[in-house]
Structures are given as structure tokens and as C-alpha cells.
T-cell receptor
């Protein structure tokens, strides 16, 4: 399978600060990327996606940045809230409907 | 709209036992897949199906069987459970277009003793 790795397995931030979660991918042919949020005891949930013809995409309080040159993806969460505490996964896709997932980063928001 | 429903939520099996993990979706998604999630290893694809009557192997298919007789259902069968199959299992579905990735079920936590 494809290697999708995360630089930091855990991240702790103060409530109200911005969070940045990083992801490295290995397949230069990957053309579609998704960030998922997984809360304890639940399945992953879609947060935001980006296609390879873009380098930035913004959602509500979240921004995804794609750097194809170094095969790097990041998720920025603005004004982090306690409800943002979860494990965040990046996933890449280059063919069909298959996605390859990273190992996840655990985000803890400190009140 | 229930989305993706998995049953059971928890299961303990003895080594050598067989069982079926159920998965159903009500979104008329063509594509369904099974993943297992182990600590530090992310989500790994076991089997997937691109439509009724069509299944294929993923990254870690050994010890598992699947079938897709209807669009809605995609059960995962453990033929002879082994401790190495202790994991959290997720069923997921999406449309052919890949957009928005998968809709995941809430998972089945399986322990094989």
C-alpha cells in the first residue's frame, strides 16, 4: 500500500490557539486528498478535501494546504475548541475509489 | 437517514470461531469497503466492492471473506478467528465519484482470545 505518514503522533494546544497537523504522502500520482476527524468510539468523519490542482482550500475554521513539490499536506484549525479534540487522519487517493490512510495525529485541546 | 450501520458494536471470540460482521448503508452507494484499525497503523483496507456481485481484495484480505448480494449490504466473515484479528473494524461506503471520500460506520471492536 501507499505510505501516508504523519510527522507528529500527538499534539496539545491551548483552547483558542490555532492548530496545525501535518501529513506526508509518498505517491506523486495522488490527486485527491481528504482530512478525517475521528472522535473516541466513532468512525472517521470527513472534514475537508483538496484536489491536486489546488494548493489551498478553506472551510469553516479549517484550511488545508497542499505542497506537491515536497508531497506535504497540512490541516490548520483556527481558534481550536475542546470539541476539536480527536484523532485526525489524512488520506490520499490516486486511482479508483481507494484511499490510503496515515496513522493519525491525536489532538488534545487544553481548556 | 441512518448512513452506514454496523453490528455488533463489540464482540469477543475464541480462537477458531467464525462470525460475520454486518454492514448496511441506505445511501445507495455503489462502493463499499471494510477496514481494520490497529494502534499506530492507521486504517488498512481488507476487502472492497464496487457494486452488487463484485468484490475484490484490499491490502490485508487473509482470513476474511466478503460478499455483495445487494447494494445495501456488505458483510465481512471471519472464517477461523485468530488473536491477530483483534482490531476495530470499520465499514465504509461512497459513490463512484470519490468525492467527499467515505462515509464510515461507527465500528465493531473485536477481541479474539
Amino acid at each position: 500500500g501507499e505510505s501516508v505518514g504523519l510527522h507528529l503522533p500527538t499534539l496539545s494546544v491551548q483552547e483558542g490557539d490555532n492548530s496545525i497537523i501535518n501529513c506526508a504522502y509518498s505517491n506523486s500520482a495522488s490527486d485527491y486528498f481528504i482530512w478525517y476527524k475521528q472522535e473516541s468510539g466513532k468512525g472517521p468523519q470527513f472534514i475537508i478535501d483538496i484536489r491536486s490542482n489546488m494548493d489551498k482550500r478553506q472551510g469553516q475554521r479549517v484550511t488545508v494546504l497542499l505542497n506537491k513539490t515536497v508531497k506535504h499536506l497540512s490541516l490548520q484549525i483556527a481558534a481550536t475548541q475542546p470539541g476539536d479534540s480527536a484523532v485526525y487522519f489524512c488520506a490520499e487517493s490516486f486511482t479508483g475509489n481507494q484511499f490510503y490512510f496515515g496513522t493519525g495525529t491525536s489532538l488534545t485541546v487544553i481548556p | 437517514n441512518a448512513g452506514v450501520t454496523q453490528t455488533p458494536k463489540f464482540q469477543v471470540l475464541k480462537t477458531g470461531q467464525s462470525m460475520t460482521l454486518q454492514c448496511a448503508q441506505d445511501m445507495n452507494h455503489e462502493y463499499m469497503s471494510w477496514y481494520r484499525q490497529d494502534p499506530g497503523m492507521g486504517l488498512r483496507l481488507i476487502h472492497y466492492s464496487v457494486g452488487a456481485g463484485i468484490t475484490d481484495q484490499g491490502e490485508v484480505p487473509n482470513g476474511y471473506n466478503v460478499s455483495r448480494s445487494t447494494t445495501e449490504d456488505f458483510p465481512l466473515r471471519l472464517l477461523s478467528a485468530a488473536p491477530s484479528q483483534t482490531s476495530v473494524y470499520f465499514c465504509a461506503s461512497n459513490t463512484k465519484g470519490r468525492a467527499y471520500g467515505y462515509t464510515f460506520g461507527s465500528g465493531t471492536r473485536l477481541t479474539v482470545v
